[in-house]
């Protein structure tokens, strides 16, 4: 499993995930940028709809399900709060563009080896 893996409760635990193919659909189904899509925040509801919707996809069809937009309220309603919502978007979309979400641990990147220990300072005389 990716470290980038968010989940949503909703009917079930569903991945929440933003690749290309996501990302273009949402652009298509909005007409926005995807800056734009970020800055409107979550006061649309349609909106929220749409991001939720193209971020599920992957795991819909992983499932074998076929998702449809006009499904979206219903699937919405099964959360356990709209804060679950905004948090779970939110995170998915940030791991899309490489931030780690919320509560993944890992370790942070190591800077790279000198194998041949011509910059270690353990060398020193």
């Known amino acids: 499993m990716n470290n980038d893996v968010v989940i949503i409760n909703l009917d079930r635990p569903r991945e929440l995930r933003y690749g290309h193919k996501a990302l273009k659909t ?15 925040g979550f006061d649309d509801l349609e909106l929220v709809e749409k991001l939720t919707y ?5 795991d819909a ?3 074998g399900e076929t998702l449809n937009l006009d499904q979206m309220e219903d699937l919405l309603d099964c959360a ?17 563009f490489g931030a780690k979400p919320e509560g ?13 220990g011509t910059n270690s300072t353990s060398n020193k005389a």
Request: hydrophobic share 40%.
């Open 104 to 116: 993944v641990e890992g370790n942070p990147p190591q800077p790279a080896t000198d194998p041949a």
């Open 54 to 58: 193209c971020g599920l996809l992957s």
């Open 26 to 40: 949402l652009v298509a189904l909005t007409g926005k940028s995807l800056e734009e899509i970020e800055s409107a």
């Open 61 to 63: 069809k992983r499932n």
């Open 80 to 96: 356990p709060s709209y804060k679950h919502i905004v948090e779970s978007v939110t995170a998915a979309f940030a791991a899309a």
